[in-house]
């Protein structure tokens, strides 16, 4: 088996340090704002998941799939629930030596310099100082983060009553095994939820200026356009370009009858998709997915019947 190697740990080239730098000093500027976006975030989350399931994120087991480095959703989640988290990149929260040794052999050097700066910075500090304020408490939590592919996932066969992936399935090479893990590590009447990126939006192409103050620079859809693909700065992040349609189709084979909800873009992003086709641009793509941001899937695992349940505990008893 390969080595798993973080989706950001592709690149790492001189120019690649500079941009990310430059992405660094912006960024420590707009780390509170950043915290406080995080936690409006999960408890709109939170809500839709009581809106569509019925269901409250009260004493659960949970599962995080790519929690990030920040951890500001799963941190949210552990106040009330038990929580682990899976991650590609190790997660070092420290400043210890050998968890940044651990973290160049496995996430590369763009990743672990750019973790170090951040906290150089103060970046890591001020987050998590905002977000505390933003929850009102104390101290946070810190749930157990495993380094694991999500595509090759070794959890117990029904271990979690509830699945959560945010902004994580775009950047998977194959995001139906890693579906196939969520349908296996679900308990019987479990939940998942799934939050991904179209690839098509204009914001799709996660170049990191998206975040900054620097949004201007990345409109009209450039990761589309081959003659304008060269003013890209995302050449380290791993994305699996799946459409829409693909999303849906996936999705309905492996969860029957889930909810999609999608967030559209601005009415100006609407207009600029349109204005671009008029001029012979962009025709390969339908208008819904050039100006669909996030596609979220929410989605209950069946319960088992009350016969297989019996099944369950006959075998259950005849092996003990």
Same mark, same amino acid.
């Given at each position: 088996?390969?080595?798993?190697?973080?989706?950001? @740990?592709? &690149?790492? @080239?001189?120019?690649? %340090?500079?941009?990310?730098?430059?992405?660094?000093? *912006? #960024?420590? *500027?707009?780390?509170?704002?950043?915290?406080?976006?995080?936690?409006?975030?999960? *408890?709109?989350?939170?809500?839709?998941?009581?809106?569509?399931?019925?269901?409250?994120?009260?004493?659960?087991?949970?599962?995080?799939? &790519?929690?990030?480095?920040?951890?500001?959703?799963?941190?949210?989640?552990?106040?009330?629930?038990?929580?682990?988290?899976?991650?590609?990149?190790?997660?070092?929260?420290?400043?210890?030596?050998?968890?940044?040794?651990?973290?160049?052999?496995?996430?590369?050097? =763009?990743?672990?310099?750019?973790?170090?700066?951040?906290?150089? =910075?103060?970046?890591?500090?001020? %987050?998590?100082?905002?977000?505390?304020?933003?929850?009102?408490?104390?101290?946070?939590?810190?749930?157990?983060?495993?380094?694991?592919?999500?595509?090759?996932?070794? %959890?117990?066969?029904?271990?979690?009553?509830?699945?959560?992936?945010?902004?994580?399935?775009?950047?998977?090479?194959?995001?139906?095994?890693?579906?196939?893990?969520?349908?296996?590590?679900?308990?019987?009447?479990?939940?998942?939820?799934?939050?991904?990126?179209? #690839?098509?939006?204009?914001?799709?192409?996660?170049?990191?200026?998206?975040?900054?103050?620097?949004?201007?620079?990345?409109?009209?859809?450039?990761?589309?356009?081959?003659?304008?693909?060269?003013?890209?700065?995302?050449?380290?992040?791993?994305?699996?370009?799946?459409?829409?349609?693909?999303?849906?189709?996936?999705?309905?084979?492996?969860?029957? &009858?889930?909810?999609?909800?999608?967030?559209?873009?601005?009415?100006?992003?609407?207009?600029?998709?349109?204005?671009?086709? @008029?001029?012979?641009?962009?025709?390969?793509?339908?208008?819904?997915?050039?100006?669909?941001?996030? %596609?979220?899937?929410?989605?209950?695992?069946?319960?088992?019947?009350?016969?297989?349940?019996?099944?369950?505990?006959?075998?259950?008893?005849?092996?003990?």
């Amino acid at each position: 088996m390969s080595p798993i190697r973080s989706y950001t @740990s592709e &690149g790492a @080239s001189p120019l690649s %340090f500079l941009r990310e730098a430059s992405t660094l000093y *912006r #960024y420590r *500027r707009q780390a509170s704002e950043l915290a406080r976006q995080s936690v409006e975030d999960i *408890r709109c989350r939170e809500a839709l998941i009581n809106e569509h399931l019925g269901l409250l994120l009260r004493d659960l087991d949970i599962l995080e799939i &790519g929690p990030g480095q920040f951890q500001a959703h799963m941190k949210y989640l552990a106040l009330k629930n038990r929580v682990v988290g899976i991650d590609l990149d190790v997660i070092a929260e420290s400043v210890a030596p050998l968890a940044y040794l651990k973290m160049l052999r496995t996430n590369g050097p =763009l990743r672990t310099a750019k973790t170090l700066g951040r906290k150089l =910075l103060g970046i890591d500090r001020e %987050f998590a100082s905002e977000l505390r304020r933003q929850i009102g408490i104390q101290r946070l939590p810190r749930p157990k983060v495993i380094q694991m592919d999500a595509c090759q996932m070794s %959890f117990p066969d029904e271990s979690f009553d509830f699945v959560y992936a945010r902004s994580v399935f775009h950047h998977l090479p194959d995001p139906g095994a890693a579906l196939d893990g969520i349908l296996r590590v679900l308990r019987p009447g479990g939940t998942a939820y799934v939050l991904l990126h179209l #690839y098509t939006s204009e914001t799709g192409c996660l170049d990191p200026r998206i975040y900054t103050d620097r949004r201007n620079e990345v409109e009209g859809w450039p990761h589309l356009q081959p003659q304008l693909s060269s003013t890209l700065n995302n050449q380290n992040t791993y994305l699996n370009k799946l459409r829409l349609h693909q999303w849906r189709s996936l999705f309905d084979s492996k969860m029957p &009858g889930a909810k999609y909800l999608m967030t559209a873009a601005d009415p100006a992003t609407f207009e600029l998709a349109k204005t671009l086709q @008029s001029k012979g641009e962009l025709l390969d793509y339908a208008l819904e997915e050039l100006t669909t941001n996030d %596609f979220a899937v929410l989605w209950r695992k069946p319960a088992h019947s009350a016969e297989s349940q019996t099944n369950r505990m006959c075998r259950s008893a005849a092996n003990s």
